[in-house]
C-alpha cells in the first residue's frame, strides 16, 4: 500500500508563486509515475500535471496551467513537486497528487491512478 501527503498549499496571492510536495511511504520505485490534479467547489477534477518514470519519461501538463507550471520528482526523497507561478484566482482549488505502478499513455485520466493523496488546499486572493 502507498500512502500520498500533500503539503504546500495555503493562502497566496494572485500573481505569486506556491510549490507543492507530495510524499509517498509505502513501496515506490523510480518507475511510479506522478500526477496532480485538482478540483474547485462545484467543477469536475481537472488535470494539472503528470511526469513519466525517471529513466524517460516526460513531463505533461494540463492546458490551464501550461507554461505556468512545473512539476519534478526526487526519487530519492519519494517525493514530487508542483511550482506553480503567475497564480491565478481561478487556480484556487484542493490540489491532489496520484501515483501509478503502470504506464500508461494518457496521463489526464484520473481513474488511471492507484493511490491518491487526501489533497491541499491552494487558495489565491486578489
Known amino acids: 500500500q502507498v500512502h500520498l501527503v500533500e503539503s504546500g498549499g495555503g493562502l497566496v496571492q494572485a500573481g505569486g508563486s506556491l510549490r507543492l510536495s507530495c510524499t509517498a511511504s509505502?513501496?515506490?520505485?523510480?518507475?511510479?509515475?506522478w500526477g496532480w490534479f485538482r478540483q474547485a467547489p462545484g467543477k469536475e477534477r481537472e488535470f494539472v500535471a503528470a511526469?513519466?518514470?525517471?529513466?524517460?519519461?516526460?513531463?505533461y501538463y494540463g492546458g490551464s496551467v501550461k507554461g505556468r507550471g512545473f512539476i519534478s520528482r526526487d526519487d530519492a526523497k519519494n517525493t514530487v513537486y508542483l511550482e506553480m507561478n503567475s497564480l491565478k484566482l481561478e487556480d484556487t482549488a484542493v490540489y491532489y497528487c496520484?501515483?501509478?505502478?503502470?504506464?500508461?499513455?494518457?496521463?489526464?485520466?484520473?481513474?488511471?491512478?492507484?493511490?491518491w493523496g487526501q489533497g491541499t488546499q491552494v487558495t489565491v486572493s486578489s
Open positions: 496520484a501515483t501509478r505502478a503502470t504506464s500508461y499513455a494518457t496521463y489526464d485520466a484520473w481513474g488511471l491512478y492507484d493511490y
Open positions: 511526469i513519466g518514470w525517471s529513466g524517460g519519461g516526460h513531463n
Open positions: 509505502g513501496y515506490t520505485t523510480s518507475r511510479y509515475e
